[in-house]
């Protein structure tokens, strides 16, 4: 069982940057391939981005490309997203994810989230 929780949301200015926060309670952190998804009101849950068990590889959704950064710290036990240049259509709840394969077929555990809201 591999808990998740998120922080670093908030409210920020179009243009502004936050770094979100997911902290993963498990003594195999690096067995995990993990990832970021988020869901805008009224809206399905996303693909943002994704990153392998070492970090050596990432992918990102089109729409963060270029602006958002995925990382992890293996010995912290964890996975972080940089995020600039922010937009409006960027607010959303941001949710950490875990998958125990690489490229990740499926996401075993998720975190509630953390919310961001970008003003305009």
């Known amino acids: 069982q591999v808990q998740l929780v998120e922080s670093g949301g908030g409210l920020v200015q179009t243009g502004g940057s936050l770094r979100l926060s997911c902290a993963a309670s498990t003594r195999t952190f690096s067995a995990y391939a993990m990832g970021w998804f988020r869901q805008a009101p009224g809206k399905e849950r996303k693909f943002v981005a994704a990153?392998?068990?070492?970090?050596?590889?990432?992918y990102y959704a089109d729409s963060v490309k270029g602006r958002f950064t995925i990382s992890r710290d293996n010995v912290k036990n964890m996975v972080y997203l940089q995020m600039n240049s922010l937009k409006p259509e960027d607010t959303a709840v941001y949710y950490c994810?875990?998958?125990?394969?690489?490229?990740?077929?499926?996401?075993?555990?998720w975190g509630q989230g953390t919310q961001v809201t970008v003003s305009s």
């Open positions: 990153i392998s068990f070492s970090g050596g590889s990432t």
């Open positions: 994810a875990a998958g125990s394969s690489w490229p990740i077929k499926a996401y075993d555990y």
